[in-house]
């Protein structure tokens, strides 16, 4: 399919049945899709209700949040 060009290359895409995990990253809200061998393979949060933001781990997820948090955009 057209979206795994932006999926990590190096990762088990298999999600076997597809199913997100919520959780709080950098207090926002946050859904983490996970392979069959429990890797992350897609995160995504949206932040102050504006900013979609999806990385391909957490940590990048917590990153991005952690620049927009200290200095948040105007929009």
Not at 31 to 51: D, G, P, S
Not at 60 to 70: D, G, H, K, P, T
Request: glycine share 2%; net charge positive.
């Amino acid at each position: 399919a057209d979206y795994q060009i932006a999926l990590p290359q190096n990762k088990n895409l298999n999600t076997g049945k597809i199913a997100f995990e919520d959780v709080v990253v950098k207090n926002n809200d946050a859904r983490l899709l996970k392979n069959i061998e429990n890797e992350i393979v897609l995160a995504y949060t949206i932040f102050n209700r504006k900013i979609l933001i999806i990385a391909s781990s957490k940590a990048a997820l917590e990153q991005v949040l952690e620049r927009l948090i200290s200095s948040p955009p105007t929009l």
